[in-house]
């Protein structure tokens, strides 16, 4: 039986290829069923029943020898004791290259199925990047296993049939096969819905008689109206796949009994200028339903698929779809890349062969930026399999974007620093934001002015994962570049107190010292640090000075800790007068961090004495009224408390240097300082100090406000 089969696959290639290199196939069976010998699938079949089944419908697709020996060789690395190297000893660096190519990744290399499942995808799509065959071989790998799915236990099918629909459908209709995209989504349905399927097949099949006759009297109608106008052309028509169907019901809320337009038609011509001929005609005869033509052969589906589209007003009144097509066109339809020959040559080459394999070009872009296999997963059946939109350059040139693309992922797809600093579109001549999502046919300009910058906005924005990712890599080069200057104004500052600065830092050799202590790469590596707060300017000016000015410093910061302590640990004057109670015990809020001289409240806390807080502090709004005490400062009270301002301004240079040199020039040490900027010229300024007495604050305040480009300042409560 077996070798019945074998013998009808090698009939089978050499009736598409009769100079092809049956010899090798062959060797390849016999390898095979050498090597899977006694292994048995689920169903109790013997193994090289699979990879015997992928082999023939790989020579259904028309593909050459060595992919085909690759459909019998795909499993022999990843289920038996088989090496690659053994695989390119007997057939070859070709066929081991597609071997290896389709071969998962185990659970030994990954640490869980899923990260197994992800890291597979990837190398799987990375080598069919270099040849497309490593993909439509797994495609056929993969329809065998959903043909034998019932053989699997019910969680692990629908964990199969989940993927199947997520990602291998897609992945043939990419690739323009389109009978096999549906024999996926159809067997997925199946599974993953039975109860839905089994009511749909059952409800077509009550129609089945009244619908085969309407497709014969139609299709009989639109062919002799053809011919009468001197076209001769092949008419059928054919009941749309489950799944399509069912996908209409859940997107519409439809009913099975509300199901009309499950019929379609097909007119298949000899030469191009037949289609729009054969258009004319048909709308001629029928009224065509606005908004439903559209014209695939002027301007193809990134998988090349080509056909005029329309729906009519049909002869009984009902809405009526018909596809246009050449006989050439209607192979590509059906086979895609599996159509041509040049497999190899396609992806990696040039003009419309590489543009037909953009969508895997990207994939391979975003597996370099995102390092998590599970984020790259997700994104491939998020991103990148969903239907396209056709917008147009001002030049004309078709940019494709996946469904619900805005005008930031316009401008990401045309350049990088487009998109960076964009900041409107025109669309069809009109004024459109950035948040506008873009439909087929507009034509789409970018707006751009040098002093944009992508904020955190644009992620909740934007559709695809390269703008997300760009978008996400400028914002984090803007920080850092902020965290710098910031880094560089705190550390020039405190070494000007001692008479020291950067450039004398580095003539003395110190800067390499203070790397390595501190464990920084780089001077630029240290002042980002310091930026950010994860190294403090104080602690490098300590680590520069001798011993004895370096201790009088951390006296110094000593003290003023000391001086922020509560009350009662210091032999001090106390700085609060409470009233109604014999407590002596007080502490001030941390959330609030009350400043002598403005308004305050106690609150009596159980075995912790009183807690002052600013009287507007939120946290005492709910308390319970009962425990408040009437609470004011002793005139004395000077003790500093931690204070954050938030300074929005406009983002432009300098103005982080004057916002700290007025801070400075009031005598105030900042303790620790950010900037985070938005993307529409704004930048938020957050400084953190200590002050002793509120009217203090709001000295600077007015000082700050005064600074041109400061829109306004606020005390943050922590």
Same mark, same amino acid.
């Given at each position: 039986?077996?070798?019945?089969?074998?013998?009808?696959?090698?009939?089978?290639?050499?009736?598409?290829?009769?100079?092809?290199?049956?010899?090798?196939?062959?060797?390849?069976?016999?390898?095979?069923?050498?090597?899977?010998?006694?292994?048995?699938?689920?169903?109790?079949?013997?193994?090289?029943?699979?990879?015997?089944?992928?082999?023939?419908?790989?020579?259904?697709?028309?593909?050459?020898?060595?992919?085909?020996?690759?459909?019998?060789?795909?499993?022999?690395?990843?289920?038996?004791?088989?090496?690659?190297?053994?695989?390119?000893?007997?057939?070859?660096?070709? &066929?081991? #290259?597609? $071997?290896? /190519?389709? %071969? =998962?990744?185990?659970?030994?290399?990954?640490?869980?199925?899923? !990260?197994?499942?992800?890291?597979?995808?990837?190398?799987?799509?990375?080598?069919?990047?270099?040849?497309?065959?490593?993909?439509?071989?797994?495609?056929?790998?993969?329809?065998?296993?959903?043909?034998?799915?019932?053989?699997?236990?019910?969680?692990?099918?629908?964990?199969?049939?989940?993927?199947?629909?997520?990602?291998?459908?897609?992945?043939?209709?990419?690739?323009?096969?389109?009978?096999?995209?549906?024999?996926?989504?159809?067997?997925?349905?199946?599974?993953?819905?039975?109860?839905?399927?089994?009511?749909?097949?059952?409800?077509?099949?009550?129609?089945?008689?009244?619908?085969?006759?309407?497709?014969?009297?139609?299709?009989?109608?639109?062919?002799?109206?053809?011919?009468?106008?001197? &076209?001769? #052309?092949? $008419?059928? /028509?054919? %009941? =749309?796949?489950?799944?399509?169907?069912?996908?209409?019901?859940? !997107?519409?809320?439809?009913?099975?009994?509300?199901?009309?337009?499950?019929?379609?038609?097909?007119?298949?011509?000899?030469?191009?200028?037949?289609?729009?001929?054969?258009?004319?005609?048909?709308?001629?005869?029928?009224?065509?339903?606005?908004?439903?033509?559209?014209?695939?052969?002027?301007?193809?589906?990134?998988?090349?698929?080509?056909?005029?589209?329309?729906?009519?007003?049909?002869?009984?009144?009902?809405?009526?779809?018909?596809?246009?097509?050449?006989?050439?066109?209607?192979?590509?339809?059906?086979?895609?890349?599996?159509?041509?020959?040049?497999?190899?040559?396609?992806?990696?080459?040039?003009?419309?062969?590489?543009?037909?394999?953009?969508?895997?070009?990207?994939?391979?872009?975003?597996?370099?930026?995102?390092?998590?296999?599970?984020?790259?997963?997700?994104?491939?059946?998020?991103?990148?399999?969903? !239907?396209?939109?056709?917008?147009?350059?001002?030049?004309?040139?078709?940019?494709?974007?996946?469904?619900?693309?805005?005008?930031?992922?316009?401008?990401?797809?045309?350049?990088?620093?487009?998109?960076?600093?964009?900041?409107?579109?025109?669309?069809?001549?009109?004024?459109?934001?950035?948040?506008?999502?873009?439909?087929?046919?507009?034509?789409?300009?970018?707006?751009?002015?040098?002093?944009?910058?992508?904020?955190?906005e644009w992620l909740k924005i934007v559709r695809t994962q390269r703008a997300r990712e760009r978008i996400l890599a400028a914002i984090k080069a803007d920080e850092r570049a902020k965290a710098l200057k910031l880094g560089r104004i705190l550390l020039e500052r405190d070494l000007a107190r001692h008479h020291l600065d950067l450039s004398r830092l580095r003539r003395e050799g110190r800067m390499a010292e203070i790397l390595k202590k501190f464990r920084r790469s780089s001077e630029e590596d240290l002042l980002e640090a310091i930026g950010r707060g994860t190294v403090r300017s104080h602690q490098v000016i300590e680590y520069l000075l001798p011993g004895g000015e370096a201790e009088k410093a951390r006296t110094r910061r000593g003290l003023r800790r000391w001086?922020?302590l509560p009350s009662r640990s210091k032999p001090s004057e106390p700085e609060v007068r409470v009233y109604g109670t014999e407590e002596t015990m007080v502490r001030f809020a941390k959330c609030c961090q009350p400043l002598p001289g403005e308004p305050i409240a106690g609150f009596m806390t159980r075995g912790r004495g009183v807690t002052v807080h600013a009287a507007g502090c939120e946290r005492l709004q709910g308390a319970d009224p009962s425990r408040r005490l009437e609470v004011e400062w002793e005139p004395q009270a000077r003790a500093p408390r931690t204070v954050r301002l938030e300074v929005t301004s406009v983002d432009r240079p300098g103005l982080l240097a004057a916002l700290s040199q007025a801070i400075s020039t009031a005598g105030i040490n900042i303790?620790?300082?950010?900037?985070?900027?938005?993307?529409?010229?704004?930048?938020?300024?957050?400084?953190?100090?200590?002050?002793?007495?509120?009217?203090?604050?709001?000295?600077?305040?007015?000082?700050?406000?005064?600074?041109?480009?400061?829109?306004?300042?606020?005390?943050?409560?922590?």
């Amino acid at each position: 039986m077996a070798t019945a089969k074998i013998g009808d696959l090698l009939d089978k290639i050499k009736a598409y290829n009769p100079e092809a290199d049956l010899e090798t196939v062959e060797r390849a069976y016999e390898f095979s069923a050498r090597v899977h010998r006694g292994q048995k699938r689920i169903s109790g079949e013997p193994y090289l029943v699979h990879p015997l089944a992928v082999a023939h419908i790989l020579a259904d697709l028309r593909l050459d020898v060595p992919a085909v020996a690759t459909g019998l060789l795909h499993d022999t690395v990843e289920d038996t004791l088989t090496t690659i190297d053994e695989i390119q000893a007997a057939f070859g660096d070709e &066929i081991a #290259a597609l $071997v290896d /190519g389709v %071969t =998962k990744i185990g659970l030994i290399e990954a640490s869980s199925r899923e !990260e197994a499942e992800a890291r597979s995808m990837g190398k799987m799509l990375l080598a069919s990047a270099q040849d497309i065959r490593v993909l439509l071989i797994k495609l056929a790998d993969r329809a065998h296993n959903m043909r034998t799915i019932e053989h699997l236990p019910e969680e692990r099918a629908r964990r199969v049939a989940q993927e199947t629909l997520d990602i291998y459908a897609p992945l043939a209709h990419r690739l323009g096969i389109n009978w096999l995209k549906k024999e996926f989504e159809d067997t997925a349905f199946r599974v993953l819905w039975p109860a839905d399927y089994a009511e749909l097949r059952r409800h077509l099949a009550r129609q089945r008689v009244e619908r085969e006759g309407y497709i014969r009297e139609v299709a009989g109608l639109i062919r002799k109206r053809l011919l009468d106008a001197g &076209i001769d #052309a092949e $008419v059928t /028509g054919r %009941t =749309k796949s489950a799944y399509s169907i069912f996908r209409k019901m859940r !997107e519409q809320g439809l009913a099975y009994e509300d199901i009309a337009d499950v019929v379609g038609f097909r007119v298949i011509v000899d030469a191009d200028r037949d289609c729009y001929d054969a258009l004319g005609i048909i709308h001629r005869n029928w009224p065509p339903v606005p908004g439903r033509f559209r014209d695939y052969i002027a301007l193809p589906k990134a998988n090349r698929y080509q056909s005029l589209h329309t729906t009519v007003v049909g002869p009984y009144g009902e809405r009526m779809e018909v596809q246009i097509r050449t006989r050439e066109m209607h192979l590509v339809a059906e086979y895609g890349i599996a159509a041509h020959w040049r497999y190899k040559t396609a992806v990696n080459g040039s003009g419309a062969d590489r543009d037909r394999f953009e969508w895997l070009h990207q994939l391979l872009e975003l597996q370099k930026q995102l390092d998590d296999p599970r984020r790259y997963l997700k994104t491939v059946k998020e991103d990148l399999f969903s !239907e396209d939109v056709l917008v147009f350059t001002p030049k004309g040139d078709v940019v494709r974007l996946p469904q619900g693309s805005t005008v930031i992922d316009f401008a990401y797809r045309i350049h990088s620093e487009i998109g960076d600093h964009c900041t409107a579109a025109r669309i069809d001549g009109q004024l459109a934001p950035l948040r506008t999502v873009l439909r087929s046919g507009q034509q789409v300009e970018v707006i751009t002015t040098e002093d944009q910058r992508p904020s955190r906005e644009w992620l909740k924005i934007v559709r695809t994962q390269r703008a997300r990712e760009r978008i996400l890599a400028a914002i984090k080069a803007d920080e850092r570049a902020k965290a710098l200057k910031l880094g560089r104004i705190l550390l020039e500052r405190d070494l000007a107190r001692h008479h020291l600065d950067l450039s004398r830092l580095r003539r003395e050799g110190r800067m390499a010292e203070i790397l390595k202590k501190f464990r920084r790469s780089s001077e630029e590596d240290l002042l980002e640090a310091i930026g950010r707060g994860t190294v403090r300017s104080h602690q490098v000016i300590e680590y520069l000075l001798p011993g004895g000015e370096a201790e009088k410093a951390r006296t110094r910061r000593g003290l003023r800790r000391w001086l922020s302590l509560p009350s009662r640990s210091k032999p001090s004057e106390p700085e609060v007068r409470v009233y109604g109670t014999e407590e002596t015990m007080v502490r001030f809020a941390k959330c609030c961090q009350p400043l002598p001289g403005e308004p305050i409240a106690g609150f009596m806390t159980r075995g912790r004495g009183v807690t002052v807080h600013a009287a507007g502090c939120e946290r005492l709004q709910g308390a319970d009224p009962s425990r408040r005490l009437e609470v004011e400062w002793e005139p004395q009270a000077r003790a500093p408390r931690t204070v954050r301002l938030e300074v929005t301004s406009v983002d432009r240079p300098g103005l982080l240097a004057a916002l700290s040199q007025a801070i400075s020039t009031a005598g105030i040490n900042i303790d620790r300082a950010f900037v985070r900027t938005s993307g529409d010229g704004k930048a938020l300024n957050v400084f953190e100090m200590r002050l002793t007495r509120a009217d203090e604050l709001e000295t600077l305040i007015r000082r700050i406000q005064r600074i041109p480009g400061v829109e306004s300042v606020r005390r943050r409560r922590f």
